[in-house]
């Protein structure tokens, strides 16, 4: 058989295969159906805060493009949640043993009329080194959390030397490589849960 | 003598091939692409009074499909009330308006009815809240989700709990009007069932459902694989909402 033929069959067998319908595209991690926490979808976009940090440095979202974020808004004396949270998230830190710069664990204070950066410092190293504690006390904390749908008031108890208690949402949430609010994680979820998902997302990134 | 050979049967190979790729490709029975009908106003939201409808037809693919006759209605979601005429203007091949002017706040069904030139049949249903007074609308709005493109979230109905919170709803809240959907106080889900809680939010406003809050246009879904239970307000009937995962 003539060469240029068998070239020629060769040519319009691979042309024909070529215009067969491609397949669909593989779906991202969060639409897989495989995620553990609850899948914000569309992506929640988020404005470009920046946030007084105890690293030293403000904290600007933008700045940290590429890196995944669990976000908690607290307070130091809270007496339950936010350490029962905090406590987790060292598990979920320790279990994943992913450098800093992939992952960053952030706590955002709801109550900076207590809370310096000095003791916020303090108390995430309480927990882990690495661990980011951020504060702002104007009003663009109040945009912060409704961007986030957290709640958070200010509640009166009389004789204890606390004086005040924030009552407020105590979901952690998932910022993704690109910025944007991906999941949310209920108070009481496992923290094997959390690690089995950023298993999933971080070799993404 | 065995080279001739050889060549012929990659030859007669790659024809057969080529044969049955041309088959599979130019006689396969033609994929019937599914159309639906997309809904915009003037104003948006809409509000009592005189207002203008789009429609636009087209497939899956977002290709514009022609359309014989196109039929709308309008009526409430309560007996007593008279369906709205709804004159029809057609302004391209796959594209209709048509002027309502709508009599009473509340909600009301606007009803489509097309007759493709292929003489398939397209039927749908937008759910839309017509307000008392104008409000204005998240900026990327201007779009009604129709039955059948809120039924788009449910892909596995044995094992999705499925809520959606109906454009207006705060609005039948703050006009002391109890709507049609009423949030339950406890939702009831278990590992081996109904494992997945779908909560859309087709409202121009956020809304928390217990221990969830849905922005204006998301869905949140979320796959339970243990048992739990999670508590948390709820600003659509106004009391706590529980979530709680059986075995």
């Known amino acids: ?205 | 003598m065995g080279e001739p050979i050889l060549k012929k049967v990659i030859a007669l190979t790659f024809i057969a091939a080529a044969a049955l790729a041309v088959s599979f490709f130019y006689l396969r029975k033609p994929t019937v692409v599914p159309v639906h009908v997309a809904l915009q106003s003037n104003p948006y939201p809409l509000v009592v009074g005189s207002s203008r409808l789009f429609f636009t037809v087209s497939d899956a693919n977002g290709a514009a499909v022609d359309v014989q006759t196109f039929d709308v209605s309008a009526e409430m979601n309560h007996a007593a009330m008279l369906s709205l005429y709804a004159p029809v203007t057609r302004t391209a091949a796959n594209t209709f308006t048509s002027d309502i002017i709508w009599s009473m706040y509340g909600e009301w069904y606007v009803k489509v009815q097309a007759v493709l030139a292929d003489g398939r049949t397209v039927a749908d249903t937008f759910a839309v809240y017509v307000y008392q007074i104008a409000v204005t609308a998240p900026d990327y709005e201007n779009q009604f989700r129709s039955e059948s493109q809120n039924q788009t979230v449910i892909t596995d109905p044995e094992h999705q709990y499925v809520i959606t919170i109906p454009q207006g709803t705060q609005a039948m809240q703050l006009a002391g009007m109890v709507g049609e959907m009423v949030i339950p106080e406890e939702i009831r889900l278990s590992v081996r069932g109904k494992n997945t809680l779908i909560i859309q939010n087709n409202d121009l406003v956020t809304h928390t459902v217990g221990p969830y809050t849905i922005a204006p246009g998301e869905v949140i879904r979320q796959t339970f694989t243990e048992p739990n239970t999670f508590v948390g307000v709820c600003t659509i009937g106004m009391s706590t909402v529980s979530i709680i995962i059986e075995e």
């Open chain 1, 1 to 205: 058989m003539n060469p240029n033929r068998l070239f020629f069959f060769a040519v319009l067998l691979a042309a024909l295969v070529g215009c067969t319908p491609a397949s669909n595209q593989p779906k991202s991690v969060f639409e897989s159906g495989e995620m553990r926490g609850a899948v914000i979808n569309p992506p929640r976009q988020l404005s470009d805060f920046t946030l007084a940090s105890t690293t030293g440095k403000p904290f600007k979202l933008s700045e940290h493009k590429g890196q995944t974020m669990l976000i908690y808004f607290g307070y130091r004396s809270c007496p339950d949640f936010c350490p029962t949270t905090f406590a987790e998230l060292k598990h979920v830190y320790e279990s994943l043993n992913q450098p800093a710069d992939k992952l960053k664990i952030l706590f955002v204070t709801i109550d900076p009329e207590r809370d310096t950066l000095d003791n916020l410092g303090l108390y995430m190293a309480a927990f882990d080194d690495d661990f980011i504690g951020l504060r702002d006390d104007t009003p663009a904390l109040q945009s912060l959390l409704d961007e986030f749908g957290v709640v958070a008031t200010k509640r009166v108890v009389g004789e204890s030397a606390l004086s005040y208690l924030m009552d407020h949402t105590a979901s952690v949430f998932l910022i993704d490589s690109t910025g944007e609010l991906r999941m949310q994680y209920l108070y009481g979820t496992n923290y094997r849960d959390i690690v089995h998902d950023l298993q999933l997302i971080l070799p993404q990134t």
